[in-house]
């Protein structure tokens, strides 16, 4: 093998045998926190994220209703598996905190439907004033079916923070 070719592997080997990323500490203001059963951290035992950190994460934006907005309204965030795997979620349940520590329980299963911690409504950061700063959003624009009671209850708005629990 070429020397050059035997470098080549060599790296791409190191690369595949590092984690991704090393989780930065947040520059600008913490807008989530994520802590419990997780293996990436950045401040203390907690996974911070600053909004920048959020924008470069995965994400998506869905157009479609909602029972707390009028009409179809577009959202846009980083999916929520996308920062589950950022901070190393190892458990299976989530515990949702909103603002004024309304808090409900989701299964990190809920990762997989394309669900979004939505920062955006309608090209617009989210206010507190308009359940920012961030929305869990399942994929109703996706899948009619998760529209009921069992969704909305999970659809946490002001979300703070994220604890991942056994």
Known sequence: MPFGSLVATLLLAAAAATPAFALDPPVGPVVLTVKGDISE??????????????????????????????GVVTFK?????????????NGAN???????????????????LE?????????????????GPMMLVYP??????LFNEKYFSRSVWQIKEIEVLP
């Open 94 to 112: 989530l515990k949702v905190r909103a603002l004024n520590d309304y808090a409900a329980d989701v299964p990190v299963a809920d990762a997989k």
């Open 77 to 89: 965030g980083p999916l929520l598996r996308a920062v589950l795997e950022a901070a190393g979620a």
């Open 140 to 145: 109703f624009d996706l899948d009619q079916s």
């Open 115 to 131: 669900t979004i911690l939505a920062t955006q409504m309608d090209g617009k950061p989210m206010s507190i004033r308009d359940k």
């Open 41 to 70: 951290t950045n401040v203390g035992d907690t996974a911070q994220f600053d909004q920048a950190m959020l924008d470069a994460l995965p994400g998506r934006e869905g157009a479609m209703e909602t029972p707390w907005t009028k």
